[in-house]
């Protein structure tokens, strides 16, 4: 079974308007990590933001922002006013503790900004 | 830049072939987590070396083998290589499993072509 979902798998969009990704997960664990990478065409995962599964704050950094539900097991980012450097592929991971430190990985979504 | 580096940057075998595919982690970090992120897929969790023993294995055969060395740098082999071998295998670095800090820093990858 898959333990990240991203349905997403491509989304384009006008610079300087809003986006928000979608990411759904699924874990029987009470204490587990959420996080979300970006990654370029370069290649290198560039680490984003990590939430804790007994911390529900919803996070906002810079044009980043990030909500965290546990009723409906989503973690969700919305990039708000984008730009062309945001497009990239995006992906959600969950950790979880009783498994070491192996993230499992969404199948990512391909997010293009037009000028 | 997360520090974490890996070589080569590309590589192309040939089917039946072996390879070898190396990481330097992040100054502090001593556990290293390979991963094989195939074509339009998220990453996929190979397995985990923690003080030069492995902490954790994906679903992957035995073909795929790895080493830590005491300098926490790792390698990751592969033999007998097969066409689906074809991925970009990413090296991650982190504080050792079970951190409070478990956030997984990655290099850019080697993109492997077994033609």
């Known amino acids: 079974a898959q333990k990240v979902t991203q349905a997403q798998t491509e989304i384009s969009v006008v610079e300087k308007e809003d986006v928000t990704l979608d990411c759904v997960y699924e874990t029987r664990d009470t204490t587990y990590y959420l996080f979300w990478y970006k990654q370029p065409p370069s290649g290198e995962l560039v680490f984003l933001i990590r939430?804790?599964?007994?911390?529900?704050q919803n996070e906002i950094s810079g044009r980043y922002s990030w909500n965290f539900q546990k009723s409906t097991s989503s973690f969700n980012f919305t990039i708000t006013a984008s730009q062309v450097v945001d497009s990239a592929v995006y992906f959600c991971?969950?950790?979880?503790?009783?498994?070491?430190?192996?993230?499992?990985f969404g199948t990512g979504t391909s997010l293009t900004v037009i000028p | 830049e997360t520090g974490v580096t890996q070589s080569p940057t590309h590589l192309i075998k040939t089917r039946g072939q072996q390879v070898t595919l190396r990481c330097s982690s992040q100054?502090?970090?001593?556990?290293v987590s390979w991963y094989q992120q195939a074509l339009g897929q998220g990453p996929q969790f190979i397995f985990q070396?923690?003080?030069?023993?492995?902490?954790g294995r994906g679903n992957f055969p035995p073909r795929f083998s790895g080493l830590q060395f005491p300098n926490y740098s790792s390698e990751l082999n592969v033999n007998a290589l097969e066409l689906d071998d074809s991925a970009l295998y990413l090296c991650a670095s982190s504080f050792y499993p079970g951190a409070l800090n478990n956030i997984q820093y990655f290099g850019a990858g080697t993109r492997l072509s077994v033609l």
């Open positions: 070396y923690y003080r030069e023993e492995e902490n």
């Open positions: 100054s502090g970090h001593n556990t």
């Open positions: 991971a969950l950790s979880e503790p009783n498994t070491g430190n192996q993230f499992y």
């Open positions: 939430r804790n599964s007994f911390d529900e």
